[in-house]
């Protein structure tokens, strides 16, 4: 099982910038690759952001690339996500979930999530 706690959301200007940590407690954290998803009120979860186990290969969403980078350092159980260029469509509730297979772009590809944490960009 694995356990995993967001840190790093708060309140940013836009074009600002913020880096979300998500720590992973448990042994089998490097068998996982790792993913950032968030939502919106009112919105549905989406897919923001994957990293392979090895942290070798990325993926982005298209309204994020270029502007967001996902990070892991499997020694300390963590994975990153910098947020850079920060618009106000951004606001949400990040969260990070733990991806056992393949398949990457939708909440029941994950099997754990974080409790989240909240994302405000002002205007």
């Known amino acids: 099982q694995v356990q995993l706690v967001e840190s790093g959301g708060g309140l940013v200007q836009a074009g600002g910038s913020l880096r979300l940590s998500c720590a992973a407690s448990?042994?089998?954290?490097?068998?996982?690759?790792m993913g950032w998803f968030r939502q919106a009120p009112g919105k549905e979860r989406e897919f923001v952001a994957r990293i392979n186990r090895s942290g070798t290969f990325t993926w982005y969403a298209a309204s994020v690339k270029g502007r967001f980078t996902i990070s892991r350092d499997n020694a300390k159980n963590t994975v990153y996500l910098q947020m850079n260029s920060l618009k106000p469509e951004d606001t949400a509730v990040y969260y990070c979930a733990a991806n056992p297979s393949g398949s990457y772009y939708y909440t029941d590809d994950y099997d754990y999530w974080g409790q989240g944490t909240q994302v405000t960009v002002s205007s």
């Open positions: 448990g042994r089998t954290f490097s068998s996982y690759a």
